[in-house]
């Protein structure tokens, strides 16, 4: 076939199968050829593009490029053999470089071009975007987010069936992908943690912990702005969710622009450590919503099974009222009757019951507080991040497991979608505003914070 001869006569495969890899060339013979060789090979390729469309996609890339560089270096020098007066520049050869193509690299011959002025070499702009526009970074770190094993990276980009040529020193060895995975996750990573976020009108933020071994904890933080929007704001390490992680967190947002004097609901899991770091930090009255999904399971979960409908039903009654007081005094009768059946229940009930009741007291309508009243949003994004580091089988050190929460905090933040009560929230914004007016009924937290 034209395609299979067109492969041989410009060494695209290797149908012999060569054994000895020291023998293999680095350089695509494609990349070697001259245009006129490239002109017929992509003329010959364009009959038989539904063979391999990859193949004659390189093909008639590399003659694309070729004439391009032909056309930079006799801008810069005239035509080759030739004395150009008015050129600034004069040729000085050929040299090989490689370029990024479908997740890895192929090597091309161009023209080199000194200065007369200075003897320097002269850059052809078609040569530095194509060198600087091959993706090699975000093909890697797309593919290992993915779950793309670094090991498959190349059949990943490279169909072996597709003729597209894949040899040594192609950057899709696994320790290539690697590298290239960890210098593009490091720096996305500082460039996260450095970035502004006083331009945000953030009304709730959530944070929560994710365990990556038995001694190693990222915390992590999402807010949601005034429109709906969510956004992940941060991540540190510790080794547990102790107040000082906890504080190494609230103190990166704040250095970042987030200004502690403004009035905003954090939402957490019922953590004291999370609520007195916070308490700490943006104020002893600040409002705290602790999540009823984790509250209702940890009682529950200590409960007999056959009290579980009926305990359930009493709390999610209690929760939906719109009046406090109401609420709070269900919640009360709950917990007596549960003291003969189980007291270490009927405490934990009662612990924590402001908490537990902030979003009814704040006025909000029953659906955004739904949507509020638990750490939904940053446990899904906690679902993402375990999906993204699932083939992680060893940590080395707290700095790798740092970059992969991030990619993934960063990943999961492509799915969010807008808060479902999203347009309930000026009424949230106007309930934050009015909280720590004088004479404004709040939740009053002095004496549990000190």
Not at 110 to 126: D, H, M, N
Not at 269 to 277: Q, R, V
Not at 290 to 314: G, S
Request: net charge positive; glycine share 8%; proline share 4%.
């Amino acid at each position: 076939m034209a395609l299979l001869s067109l492969s041989r006569r410009l060494g695209v495969s290797n149908p012999n199968g060569e054994s000895n890899t020291m023998k293999r060339p680095i350089t695509s013979p494609l990349a070697l050829a001259s245009t006129a060789e490239l002109t017929t090979a992509v003329e010959e390729a364009r009959d038989e593009v539904g063979a391999s469309f990859e193949r004659f996609c390189l093909i008639a890339g590399l003659a694309s490029l070729t004439q391009m560089l032909e056309e930079d270096a006799a801008s810069l020098a005239g035509a080759p053999h030739a004395r150009a007066a008015d050129k600034p520049g004069y040729r000085w050869g050929r040299t090989r470089g490689p370029v990024g193509f479908h997740g890895g690299k192929v090597e091309v011959e161009r023209p080199r071009v000194r200065s007369k002025a200075t003897g320097k070499e002269l850059p052809l702009p078609s040569w530095k975007e194509a060198a600087e526009a091959g993706w090699l970074e975000q093909w890697a770190m797309n593919l290992m987010l993915m779950n793309v094993a670094t090991r498959k990276v190349g059949r990943a980009v490279r169909l072996p069936e597709a003729g597209v040529p894949a040899e040594a020193g192609s950057g899709l060895s696994k320790s290539a992908v690697s590298r290239r995975f960890k210098a593009l996750t490091q720096a996305r990573l500082e460039e996260w943690m450095a970035s502004d976020l006083s331009a945000l009108d953030l009304l709730v933020i959530q944070i929560d912990g994710l365990h990556i071994d038995d001694n190693l904890l990222m915390l992590g933080a999402v807010g949601v702005d005034a429109d709906g929007r969510k956004h992940p704001l941060g991540v540190v390490e510790g080794a547990t969710e102790n107040a000082a992680t906890v504080q190494a967190l609230l103190d990166n947002l704040i250095d970042r622009g987030l200004d502690p004097a403004v009035c905003r609901l954090f939402i957490v899991d019922g953590a004291k450590a999370l609520t007195k770091a916070i308490r700490r930090t943006f104020g002893a009255d600040i409002p705290i919503q602790r999540c009823q999904i984790h509250k209702a399971r940890n009682i529950t979960d200590r409960l007999d099974p056959k009290l579980h409908a009926a305990v359930r039903r009493a709390l999610r009654q209690a929760w939906e009222l719109n009046d406090a007081d109401k609420a709070e005094r269900l919640l009360r009768n709950l917990a007596r009757r549960m003291e003969l059946e189980a007291p270490g229940v009927s405490k934990s009930i009662l612990e924590g019951l402001d908490e537990i009741l902030t979003v009814i007291r704040l006025g909000l309508p029953l659906e955004l507080r739904r949507s509020l009243a638990s750490t939904n949003i940053i446990e899904s994004m906690n679902a993402v991040i375990r999906q993204v580091c699932r083939n992680v089988k060893r940590w080395r050190d707290a700095k790798m497991a740092l970059r992969w929460t991030a990619s993934g905090m960063l990943e999961a933040a492509k799915g969010f979608r807008r808060l479902k009560a999203h347009k309930q929230l000026p009424v949230l914004k106007a309930a934050l505003l009015k909280y720590r007016e004088p004479g404004a009924t709040g939740v009053d937290q002095t004496a549990e914070a000190a």
